[in-house]
């Protein structure tokens, strides 16, 4: 049998001797050597030398493996040129493979992989060829919106619109922003996120990459874009977000309608920043009563509205008492009334109090995002780049479709998060006053106590849009 000489499937010399393969590997002083294709597969060491004088081909070694059969040769070059044809020309896989079967001959469809495994193949393809603005074309059927690379704001908002129905009837929405799931290399600074709330599920619909999060305007853009492109003519009755002003400036613009509320896990981890900036966490750490009275402060928000102020002046006066001998601890009082107790104060009672969301049965917070982010973290410290950023997100997105469609039964929560907003619900449940009724200090104080016993803040760093 004769030597043929030709070319791979991406381009590289070649030799054929006897249904063994040989590829090219360096050009020495007088010879060219190629070794055997298998040599990774089978630590095959055989090898081929062309002699560059003569062009005289000789073979060194015995090979470790069997000779390919021709039929398994044509369906490897056939599989790779369908990948070709998906990664280069960004054609769809399904098409691609209905349109090579038929050329192919029976022999050679033997030796194919399953369908289901060529898809897969074809797919992971797909998700690596890239349109001119870098996004891959597999999933331009998720793209919003996009500002383009001219503008120095760019902006792309992908959302999965199988899942817009579901949202439009949600009465609770989620909206959450992370720095740590985008870098210099993807070209972005922010990754934003809207979730949608049923069956006790936060569901991730909306994803939008941002380069600039400085600027209101970007905000107030992103959000009417949504508000448009999706045709939502009211927003839901409740939104839970982080504490940034401008995304929440920006949202009240475009559904006045919505209450907008701050996460009350948020709450608790911007409380854990003041007492470190205050020198105070030490003593948060080592003096359980004051950890105590921290925690107190924390579950204000589960008091009526109209009650917190008095409670907050109430702790001041006879819980904290022992403590305001340290200047520290009244600073630390004093920033807390000035950002959240005072009638001018940054974020409002309305914003962060959630005593009315619990008696609805709603989420205090946006917990739910932060699972989301860490994965989409996880795998971004192994691969920063944008494509494997798109390849996640929308894997994940394809995971919560799925759990949507499925009966209500089948995708409950843990016990865990059943239990403890039934007996939040029902301790507020049983503080309500009835006509007449005056509220005592005891009473007040008591239900701060057995507020902060069932939901004390979790000391852990802040997962947010300030991470």
């Known amino acids: 049998m004769s030597v043929q000489k030709g070319l791979t499937t991406k381009g590289k010399e070649m030799y054929l001797y006897e249904g063994f393969e040989y590829i090219y590997h360096y050009t020495g002083k007088a010879a060219t050597k190629y070794v055997c294709r298998e040599l990774r597969k089978f630590k095959c060491n055989a090898y081929l030398i062309v002699n560059r004088k003569n062009g005289m081909v000789t073979i060194h070694r015995r090979h470790m493996h069997n000779p390919k059969l021709q039929e398994l040769r044509e369906a490897e070059q056939a599989v790779e040129k369908m990948k070709r044809a998906v990664e280069v020309r960004g054609e769809n896989p399904k098409s691609v ?38 996004v891959p074309v ?33 009465d609770l929405w989620f909206c959450d922003g992370t720095f740590r799931v985008a870098s210099q290399k993807m070209g972005f600074k922010k990754l934003y996120t809207v979730h949608f709330f049923k069956n006790n599920f936060a569901f991730a619909i909306i994803f939008a990459l941002m380069q600039t999060t400085s600027k209101k305007v970007i905000y107030e853009k992103f959000f009417e874009i949504i508000k448009n492109k999706l045709n939502l003519s009211f927003g839901p009755k409740m939104m839970i977000c982080d504490f940034d002003h401008r995304a929440i400036i920006a949202f009240k613009s475009k559904f006045p309608a919505t209450r907008v509320a701050g996460s009350h896990f948020l709450l608790g981890q ?51 008492t022992e403590y305001q001998e340290l200047p ?41 995002l932060n699972g ?34 499925k009966p209500p039964e089948s995708c409950y929560p843990s016990n865990k998060y059943i239990q403890l907003p039934e007996k939040l619900k029902e301790l507020l449940e049983n503080y ?8 005592s200090t005891d009473d007040i104080i008591t239900f701060l106590g057995t507020a902060a016993l069932l939901t004390p803040i979790k000391d852990v760093s802040p997962i947010s849009a300030s991470d």
């Open 432 to 439: 309500v006053l009835t006509d007449g009724q005056q509220r």
């Open 138 to 170: 597999g999933m331009l059927q998720y793209l919003l919106y996009d500002s383009g690379t001219s503008t120095d704001d760019r902006m792309m908002i992908f959302c999965k619109t199988e899942m817009v129905r579901e949202f439009e009837k949600s």
């Open 328 to 368: 520290a601890v009244d600073k630390f009082l004093k920033c807390f009334r000035r950002y959240y107790i005072s009638s001018r104060a940054v974020y409002p009672i309305s914003f962060w109090n959630h005593n009315q969301t619990v008696l609805d049965g709603y989420p205090k917070t946006n917990n739910f």
């Open 372 to 405: 989301l982010h860490n994965i989409l973290h996880n795998n971004f410290q192994i691969d920063p780049t944008l494509p494997n950023f798109f390849k996640t997100a929308f894997k994940q997105m394809d995971l919560q479709y799925e759990k949507l469609v």
């Open 270 to 320: 911007n409380i854990i920043k003041s007492l470190k900036s205050f020198s105070l966490y030490k003593l948060y750490e080592e003096d359980a009563a004051f950890k105590f009275l921290i925690q107190k402060l924390y579950c204000l928000s589960l008091l009526p509205p109209r009650e917190v102020r008095t409670a907050f002046y109430l702790l001041c006066e006879i819980e904290f």
């Open 97 to 134: 493979v209905e349109n090579f079967q038929p050329n192919l001959s029976t022999k050679v469809l033997q030796e194919m992989p399953s369908i289901s495994a060529l898809h897969r193949r074809l797919s992971r393809a797909n998700s690596r060829h890239c349109n001119e603005d870098g």
